[in-house]
């Protein structure tokens, strides 16, 4: 079974600039997560998606950052425009069911460099 | 304070001793409490949830104390491929929110 897949896997952009990340989670998930590290700090919660509705999007840091997740399968995170401070690693994870206990299975990640 | 605080280590042991890592956390309300497994430049995997009971897992055995708002990780007998960032997360709320500590490095030495 295929695991959780982002894409791409590094990005080089100017500040200014717009990028978009993907994440394909595991096929049959309805749970989409988003996380971000910073340089030195913890990982942290962005988002979550139930199918195509944003269950929670409390961790988003400003309107800077928008995440789809058309017809309820992959899922996008849109930086426009971008500023320095927006570098870090983003990871996607996935989990099947909503208990407390069902695992988050991460992607690899998108290393983002914002010059 | 954070929420999730763990020794960010590193913790250098040579190869077959024991060692223990613990993780502290700030809402008494978390319900659900876990340990994932990072290698350098790679995506967090889960190592094993924590039971209120405890639980083992070969060498690995983790603790919750609820008392004391603390979850512990002991790994026996190290192995050389037990090196890595070893990530405290707790869930302290429905739909699985989750907050991660920083992390504590584990580098075992021959």
């Known amino acids: 079974e295929a695991g959780v897949t982002q894409f791409p896997s590094h990005s080089v952009i100017e500040k200014g600039q717009t990028v978009t990340l993907r994440c394909d989670p595991i096929s049959g998930h309805d749970n989409l997560y988003w996380y971000r590290r910073v340089m030195g700090k913890e990982i942290k919660f962005l988002l979550h998606f139930v199918k195509e509705s944003k269950q929670d999007e409390s961790g988003m840091p400003n309107n800077r950052f928008l995440a789809e997740r058309t017809g309820g399968t992959y899922s996008t995170l849109k930086v426009q425009p971008a500023e320095l401070e927006d570098s870090g690693v983003y990871f996607c994870?996935?989990?099947?069911?909503?208990?407390?206990?069902?695992?988050?299975?991460f992607g690899p990640g998108t290393r983002l460099t914002v010059l | 304070r954070k929420e999730v605080e763990q020794d960010p280590g590193p913790f250098n042991v040579p190869e077959g001793a024991t060692v223990a890592f613990n993780c502290t956390y700030s809402n008494s309300a978390s319900q659900s409490f876990f340990w994932y497994r990072q290698d350098c430049r790679k995506e967090p995997k889960l190592l094993m949830s924590?039971?209120?009971s405890g639980n083992e897992d070969g060498r690995f055995t983790a603790q919750l104390n609820r008392a004391s708002q603390y979850i512990s990780l002991l790994i026996r007998d190290s192995k050389l491929s037990d090196s890595a960032t070893y990530l405290c997360v707790v869930n302290s709320g429905g739909y699985q929110k989750v907050t991660f500590g920083t992390g504590t490095k584990l580098q075992v030495i021959p």
């Open positions: 994870a996935s989990s099947q069911g909503l208990a407390d206990t069902d695992t988050q299975y």
């Open positions: 924590v039971y209120s």
